[in-house]
């Protein structure tokens, strides 16, 4: 018999049989150690991975399965976390404090899981202490599989941009300050790439482009509590991409970036070849921070000119000018997502809300000390994460649930620092509005899910506010912002079972309680809605030593 009759025959039998190949796996081992970084020219203790700052790129495909295997040589315990990636019923490799056991210095722990049915701009950062501070983070970049139409031609290249504040003071000393009862301060400067510069210093260029083509740039945020604005000298950007959405392709200047986002923007190597600037500049600080990068064309004669593109206002006027740039951003209603059928096919508009949450942030003072909550309710993690104890059965020696009701109290400054743990009802499809009574804006990120953030606005929110709601093409993504004195409104079903943190990306806020998990279990205890404890999954606190629970079945 012939090899090609013996392939067609093999493959028969695969098929008769029911053998279904799995998708592909990719593997990386890293190495997460201090060493000396100087982003502001202050020698400083960071955290690198494998010897970088910003942390190696894992460049992936949707449905593919990720194993990471992290050794801890810092002096702390330690955790990552994947942020974007929804780890469908797998809430166990989240890394957060509520879900994991941290990896114990000289340890270490290998993370699985998938990227299904994802696309779009993602990163990972440490989510124990103010290791966050210190670096440890890098991007996750999650393409559309080869059969699935992407609504934009293939770049000639990828470039991952961080940007972002960035502190002298080392993260111990971060922490410190926080753990005596205050704030951290205004941040020292703005970072790209672990760098900065000012016009006119000779730095080598961050970026290379050839004339004629064009370039895919996905930045993210990862300051600690700073909005910031990027613009490039002399090129528009075409925004294609928010946080796993396809966007209509809209054209900007400039684009403010909020603590914690991502976005995909396609720029064309179209002007006279040289250097040229690009400028990221906070928001909403009262003296702002900038810093340039140089991006270099390939041949290029000649330095970038001093002229740099201006700012955004940066007022009262400057966050009208920015909610009307959020209002611009709507999903591509004709592109394919991670399957192949259109984004916009889900009807979100017509779905019946069954709850709605309504969330204010505040401040106040507990024996002495700064505390940040919601609804009157300041986070503390707890020895043994929530998701362990939950699982095992001893939820009622950890935590209770529902401490924080779905409306804000009289007075949210009055604060009770517990474990903040909801219920939610699995599938149930709710509203969750976010109200900012403060001067200082916030963003705030659900693990686990992607939410249609649907609305922001200023002023206090009220039923009414509904019919302003962006029911037809609001962009499916991650994280929100809420700008001082407003509101914003999101939209999601809960359909992933797990518990999954929903925080602050102002880390100073969320290490001093302005975060919450959600508990949504499945009612049939079923793995067709949860994976079961991994094998290789730590055990600490209460449960260590306690017998396994029953597993879950299918």
């Given at each position: 018999m012939g090899s090609g009759k013996v392939t067609v025959v093999a493959l028969l039998l695969c098929l008769a049989v029911g053998v279904i190949a799995e998708d592909p796996y990719l593997y990386f081992n890293w190495n997460v150690t201090y060493g000396t970084v100087?982003?502001?020219?202050?020698?400083?203790?960071?955290?690198?991975?494998?010897g970088q700052f910003p942390g190696p790129r894992i460049n992936c495909t949707s449905n593919n399965n990720i194993v990471v295997n992290v050794f801890n040589n810092l002096d702390e315990p330690f955790l990552f976390t994947w942020n974007g990636v929804q780890h469908r019923k797998n809430?166990?490799?989240?890394?957060?404090?509520?879900?994991?056991?941290?990896?114990?210095?000289?340890q270490n722990f290998t993370y699985r899981f998938q990227v299904k049915d994802q696309i779009g701009s993602y990163y990972y950062f440490p989510t124990t202490a103010l290791h966050r501070a210190a670096?440890?983070?890098?991007?996750?970049n999650v393409h559309s599989r080869?059969?699935?139409?992407?609504?934009?031609?293939?770049?000639?290249?990828?470039?991952?941009?961080?940007?972002?504040?960035?502190?002298?003071?080392?993260?111990?000393?971060?922490k410190k300050v926080l753990d005596g009862g205050h704030t951290v301060g205004r941040p020292d400067g703005i970072i790209i790439n672990g760098k900065s510069a000012k016009v006119g210093e000779a730095k080598e260029s961050l970026f290379t482009m050839v004339a004629g083509k064009t370039y895919r740039y996905r930045f993210c945020n990862l300051g600690m509590r700073s909005s910031v604005n990027v613009r490039f000298q002399g090129h528009p950007m075409k925004l294609v991409e928010l946080e796993g959405s396809h966007t209509v392709q809209n054209i900007y200047d400039?684009?403010?970036?909020?603590?914690?986002?991502?976005?995909?923007?396609?720029?064309?190597?179209?002007?006279e070849p040289k250097d040229y600037y690009l400028v990221v500049s906070s928001r909403f600080l009262k003296q702002e921070l900038s810093s340039v990068a140089i991006i270099h064309y390939a041949n290029g004669k000649g330095p970038a000119s001093p002229e740099l593109p201006a700012s955004p206002p940066d007022n009262t006027e400057g966050i009208a000018w920015s909610m009307n740039q959020f209002r611009s951003f709507r999903w591509n209603?004709?592109?394919?997502?991670?399957?192949?059928?259109?984004?916009?096919?889900?009807?979100?508009?017509?779905?019946?809300?069954?709850r709605t949450i309504k969330i204010v942030n505040s401040m106040g003072q507990v024996n002495g000390k700064l505390r940040y909550g919601l609804n009157g309710i300041s986070h503390s993690d707890t020895e043994t994460p929530l998701k362990l104890v939950e699982y095992f059965g001893a939820a009622d020696k950890t935590f209770k649930y529902d401490l924080m009701a779905d409306e804000a109290p009289a007075d949210p400054s009055k604060l009770t620092v517990a474990p903040n743990v909801k219920n939610a009802t699995y599938r149930n499809f709710v509203e969750i509005i976010f109200e900012n009574h403060e001067k200082s804006i916030r963003t705030y990120h659900l693990d686990g899910y992607s939410f249609f953030a649907v609305a922001v606005e200023p002023g206090k929110w009220s039923p009414e506010k509904r019919k302003n709601y962006n029911l037809v093409d609001a962009t499916s993504r991650n994280n929100i912002q809420v700008y001082p004195n407003s509101w914003a409104a999101i939209m999601l079903t809960f359909d992933n079972a797990g518990m999954w943190n929903l925080r602050s990306e102002m880390w100073e806020k969320t290490y001093l309680g302005e975060q919450l998990y959600f508990s949504v279990l499945s009612p049939g205890r079923s793995l067709r809605d949860e994976y079961n404890l991994p094998d290789n999954h730590p055990l600490c606190g209460v449960v260590k030593g306690m017998p396994l629970p029953a597993p879950y079945k299918a």
């Open positions: 100087s982003p502001l020219g202050v020698p400083q203790q960071g955290i690198l991975i494998n809430s166990w490799q989240d890394g957060t404090p509520g879900t994991m056991c941290p990896i114990m210095p000289g670096g440890g983070y890098g991007p996750i080869a059969l699935i139409p992407v609504p934009f031609d293939n770049p000639a290249d990828e470039y991952n941009v961080f940007v972002g504040d960035w502190y002298n003071k080392g993260h111990k000393t971060l400039s684009l403010d970036l909020h603590v914690g986002q991502c976005l995909s923007v396609l720029v064309t190597a179209d002007q209603l004709t592109a394919s997502a991670a399957r192949p059928n259109p984004q916009g096919s889900y009807h979100y508009g017509q779905i019946n809300i069954t």
